[in-house]
């Protein structure tokens, strides 16, 4: 499956642990993005990574919340002392560079985060 | 405020006829728009896109129309299927406008096809 990969697919984590959620994009994919969707909700834009560059970070919360696209390996989004409010569904997604489809954003199945 | 809306939170359709949902845009800055299908417990799949040079476009059964002046999509289903079930969001971006490309969707319309 040469599809957007993230892990866990499901995470439980009490008030105050750290949350760390890892998408692999689609091979050949450097672009990828971070959407969170609540109940009843769309998708929620976070952030959006290149390979070691936060390129806009303007939906991430101010606090708690820091997301890394490394040279090697995932990118991963970091949840510091998670609060109940932070439950929810979050989505990776990834988008090729250099081609006419750079805007087509393809996602992961998602990893759904509860907090106790 | 929402810039993409979506008004209808479901629709049912029988098998076989036409499926229109509708999406609705406040941003004149939004140049590229794409319809996802969403199953329960899964990642949003991409149906289909348009940009903002195009009115139309068409892909098998899912074709996409485009009207600029009054800031409307909609995707059209013909003939739907059952397995089309499922929860459709509409997405915009302004590639050329400072959004480095992230995507603002709706909240959504589930569709249902009757057998």
């Known amino acids: 499956n040469a599809g957007v990969m993230q892990n866990p697919r499901h995470l439980v984590r009490r008030r105050g642990q750290e949350a760390r959620l890892r998408c692999s994009p689609m091979?050949?994919?450097?672009?990828v993005y971070w959407y969170r969707q609540l109940p009843e909700e769309g998708l929620k834009f976070m952030v959006y990574?290149?390979?070691?560059?936060?390129?806009?970070e303007s939906g991430m919360p101010k606090e708690r919340f820091s997301a890394e696209f490394p040279k090697e390996g995932p990118s991963i989004l970091r949840i510091q002392q998670v609060v109940r409010g932070d439950s929810a569904a979050y989505f990776c997604?990834?988008?090729?560079?250099?081609?006419?489809?750079?805007?087509?954003?393809?996602f992961g199945p998602g990893t759904r985060l509860t907090v106790l | 405020d929402q810039q993409v809306k979506q008004n209808s939170p479901s629709l049912s359709v029988q098998e076989g006829r036409i499926s229109i949902l509708n999406c609705d845009y406040t941003?004149?800055?939004?140049?590229?728009f794409l319809w996802y299908k969403k199953y329960p417990a899964e990642g949003p799949t991409f149906l289909i896109s348009i940009s903002s040079i195009k009115d139309k476009n068409e892909d098998g059964r899912f074709t996409v129309f485009l009207n600029k002046s009054a800031k409307h999509l909609s995707l059209h289903i013909v003939p739907s299927q059952p397995g089309d079930s499922a929860v459709y969001f509409c997405a915009a971006s302004a590639r050329y406008g400072g959004s480095q490309g992230n995507l603002i969707f709706g909240k959504g319309t589930k569709l249902s096809v009757k057998p």
């Open positions: 091979k050949g994919h450097s672009h």
């Open positions: 997604a990834s988008s090729p560079v250099g081609t006419a489809n750079t805007d087509t954003q393809y």
């Open positions: 990574l290149q390979k070691e560059n936060i390129i806009d």
């Open positions: 941003n004149s800055m939004f140049d590229y």
